[in-house]
């Protein structure tokens, strides 16, 4: 068994080709270190900007399209720890009005037996691929702002 064993490795993965580098390092981490894998997928209930009134919540089709989304993401991940050769990883969909880095800080807090933290370094924009990510920065300083000794391993 591993030095972790018993423990999990949670991975932030969201569609983009950086978030499945992500998945692909913790399902190739996982088996060394004795560790399970759960991959967490967030959705965004309230468009950012909008603090009040009718317009500040996802109108019920676009999140409707979004759990779509979110579950097409879920299936892939299976699909590429099955190509791989991996255990299947557990998965997760987070909805909430909560930024999506404040969903994935909360879900880490509430998982005593998460070993790591693994996301890719930025998302879907051309512009993030320059530097780190506004949701993996954000979620770096809010870690570290709670204090938490949760490691995080961003994968470029």
């Known amino acids: 068994m591993g030095a972790m064993s018993g423990k999990k490795i949670i991975v932030a993965v969201d569609g983009s080709e950086t978030a499945r580098d992500a998945l692909r390092v913790a399902l190739q981490m996982a088996p060394d270190l004795g560790c399970s894998v759960c991959a967490i997928i967030a959705i965004q209930t309230r468009i950012p900007g909008y603090r009040a009134g009718y317009f500040s919540f996802v109108d019920r089709h676009i999140l409707s399209e979004l759990q779509q989304f979110a579950a097409g993401v879920a299936e892939e991940t299976r699909k590429t720890a099955a190509d791989l050769g991996a ?70």
């Open 87 to 156: 255990a299947v990883p557990e998965t997760a969909i987070l909805e909430s009005e909560k930024e999506i880095f404040e969903q994935i800080v909360d879900f880490l807090a509430a998982t005593p037996e998460a070993a790591f933290l693994v996301m890719g370094s930025y998302g879907h924009g051309i512009r993030e691929r320059l530097i780190l990510g506004s949701t993996t920065q954000r979620l770096v300083l809010e870690v570290a702002r709670r204090q938490m000794k949760t490691p995080i391993l961003v994968v470029p």
